[in-house]
Nanobody, 111 residues
Framework: EVQLLESGGGSVQPGGSLRLSCTTS????????LGWVRQAPGKGLEWVSR???????NYGDSVRGRFTMIRDDAEKMTYLEMRNLKIEDTAMYYC?????WGQGTLVTVSS
């Protein structure tokens, strides 16, 4: 069974940092492109980042330069390091692979 489990969300002030983690199981992790998407309250889904099996990463315009996605093939985990957080980064963040999502972890940025 494919499983993705996010953790690390929480409340932070603008300008702060958080590191989200995604623990996975049930698939060949090292072969797969992984991603993060988010959904702000009352809004649609927004693609945040992806990282290929060769560790090539890409980011959405709104987070580029502030967020970094990392993968650890040995631990079958991926991380989203978020810096200089803004109020508009408030959202539920989901770890994804093709055909599967986690349950999400909530990030709230407020003063």
């Amino acid at each position: 069974e494919v499983q993705l489990l996010e953790s690390g969300g929480g409340s932070v002030q603008p300008g702060g940092s958080l590191r989200l983690s995604c623990t996975t199981s049930g698939f060949a992790f090292s072969d797969i492109t992984l991603g993060w998407v988010r959904q702000a309250p009352g809004k649609g889904l927004e693609w945040v980042s992806r990282i290929t099996n060769a560790s090539m990463d890409n980011y959405g315009d709104s987070v580029r330069g502030r967020f970094t996605m990392i993968r650890d093939d040995a631990e079958k985990m991926t991380y989203l390091e978020m810096r200089n957080l803004k109020i508009e980064d408030t959202a539920m963040y989901y770890c994804t692979k093709l055909g599967a999502w986690g349950q999400g972890t909530l990030v709230t940025v407020s003063s």
